[in-house]
């Protein structure tokens, strides 16, 4: 008996079909009072310009733009750039390293449950430039990333068939690395797999830097969008102001 491992992308089509095909998920669930966060947080007034970097299939820009604040949503999937049923919200395929928009169009840009493939040094440097220079002087940079102070469940394990699954999670402060092992146990066959993966994270203090580098200056920090302390949430939201 034999499995076949391959890594899944968030951008694989068929995974996006099972994702998608989830219907009511949490995530879609909070995306109303979320959003309702996002406008309390950043201060948006109706007509304010706002950019959904890497919007995904678009919960939070709709949910925004319900209330009169004009979004423009941008992900590189293609299917997720279906035109949009609000009035105030228009939808687009775009690259987050290379902008398609004037300098200082935006009064805000969100990023949320940012992409952890572009936490990579090179691609984070150029993502953080991009969004420095689309927002206006004084205007927000928000971005949503897992928290390195504290991991949600280190170790937990579940059953799929036959196989136990076991899955360990730990950040290495030293290389800014977070690292998941899931091992599958077959205990039928005798065959243990391991699964790896290792991404990067930041603290706030390397956010602070990082931030500084493209001209954004932290201005807030916090443990999700309903403004709780950051110290053991799972979740890191940070916000940023243009500096002139
Ligand atoms: C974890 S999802 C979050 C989606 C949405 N913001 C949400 O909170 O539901 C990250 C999104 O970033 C998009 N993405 C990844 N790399 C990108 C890039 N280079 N340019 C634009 N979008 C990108 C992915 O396609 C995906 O939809």
């Not at 790896?196 to 999700?224: D, F, H, M, N, V």
Request: net charge negative.
């Amino acid at each position: 008996m034999g499995w076949e491992q391959r890594p899944v992308r968030w951008s694989d089509p068929a995974f996006r079909r099972l994702f998608d095909g989830l219907g009511g998920h949490p995530h879609t669930e909070r995306a109303e009072e979320e959003a309702a966060c996002l406008r309390r947080l950043l201060r948006l007034e109706p007509g304010a310009r706002v950019l959904d970097a890497g919007c995904g299939y678009g919960r939070h820009a709709h949910a925004i733009g319900r209330s009169g604040i004009r979004v423009i949503a941008i992900d590189a999937a293609p299917e997720y750039a279906r035109e949009s049923s609000v009035a105030d919200v228009s939808v687009a395929i775009a690259d987050l390293v290379a902008l398609p928009f004037s300098s200082s169009t935006f009064d805000a840009v969100l990023a949320l449950r940012f992409a952890a493939d572009l936490l990579a040094p090179g691609p984070i440097a150029r993502v953080l430039g991009e969004f420095a220079r689309v927002v206006r002087t004084g205007g927000h940079v928000l971005i949503s990333t897992p928290n390195t102070r504290a991991i949600a469940e280190p170790r937990t394990w579940r059953r799929d068939g036959e196989t136990f699954v076991l899955n360990e999670k730990a950040f290495d402060a030293g290389r800014s690395i977070y690292r998941e092992v899931e091992y599958h146990i077959d205990p039928r066959a005798g065959v243990v797999r391991e699964w790896i993966q290792e991404t990067p994270r930041y603290t706030i203090e390397e956010w602070c830097a990082l931030a500084g580098k493209a001209g954004l200056s932290i201005a807030s920090a916090y443990g999700g969008l309903d403004a709780r302390a950051p110290e053991d949430s799972a979740e890191l939201v940070i916000v940023a102001t243009r500096t002139p």
